[in-house]
């Protein structure tokens, strides 16, 4: 009888044994597994921080690139996005309507452009590049009055100053591992008058009419909107009597 007592005894005793091994073993996994979740969370962290200044990076150095190339006084020579502008923006109906929220013909999917930048294949590979940086353009008519006035005239047959109280907002997009950065410069044109023998003039005109090889129609002009002089019956889209300057107004 004693004996049996005793291996009674020495059976409970293994089956608390286990018991406790199997919770030890377990608290060490709970540790495993909340050591690992922080490691991981410390790590997607740092990868989201990295990808987020690689962004912010990005977007500010092309700032301000644009605004170098944009105010440039030989930008009209040198800058094919001057070129673009320069033949597209500022034409209302006939191309790019202004933004007005709200307002039918005029919301964001009439108003806004976007461009899609790529690293140059013949340069060597930018460290650091995003994996997308994007350009959103529109413009508004933020005087009043002038707004007015568009209710019974097309844009591009106001006068220089009225229509130099337009803005062109230019937004940098980048984008790396589902991080996002965005810049926005708004510029005011400055619209002044150049006669046709100016080579200010001769430039829209050559912009306006040029074509490559490797292109299908005109890539500043690709609506080939109607270039020239205006007279007391003809009005031009692109008009060569215009010299047009691009200033910063505001970063945001």
């Known amino acids: 009888m004693k004996k049996r007592v005793n291996h009674n005894r020495i059976s409970d005793r293994s089956g608390a044994a286990m018991i406790i091994a199997i919770f030890i073993i377990g608290i060490i996994l709970v540790f495993t597994f ?3 979740l922080v490691s991981y969370t410390l790590y997607a962290s740092q990868n989201k921080n990295a990808a987020s200044l690689r962004c912010s990076e990005a977007a500010n150095t092309l700032s301000i690139a644009l605004e170098d190339e944009l105010e440039d ?3 009209y020579k040198t800058s094919a ?3 673009y502008l320069r033949c597209n923006v500022f034409q209302d109906k006939n191309t790019w309507p202004y933004y007005e929220a709200g307002k039918p013909g005029h919301g964001e999917k009439e108003a806004f452009r976007y461009m899609d930048l790529r690293a140059n294949v013949k340069y060597d590979q930018v460290e650091g590049f995003p994996g997308s940086v994007k350009l959103c353009m529109y ?3 933020d005087d009043k009055d002038v707004r007015n006035l568009l209710a019974t005239k097309d844009f591009i047959s106001l006068s220089v100053s009225q229509r130099s109280t ?4 230019v937004l940098i997009i980048t984008e790396t591992a589902s991080q996002s950065y965005t810049v926005e410069n708004i510029y005011k044109v400055n619209i002044s008058s150049v006669p046709t023998t100016d080579e200010k003039s001769k430039a829209v005109s050559t912009m306006a009419s040029t074509t490559y090889s490797d292109t299908d129609g005109h890539p500043y002009n690709p609506q080939e909107l109607t270039c020239g002089e205006d007279n007391g019956s003809v009005i031009n889209d692109i008009k060569t009597t215009e010299y047009w300057s691009f200033e910063l107004e505001s970063r945001e």
């Open 34 to 36: 909340a050591l690992l």
């Open 73 to 75: 006084p030989d930008a």
């Open 81 to 83: 996005f001057y070129k």
């Open 139 to 141: 413009w508004t008519v």
């Open 166 to 169: 337009a803005r062109l907002h």
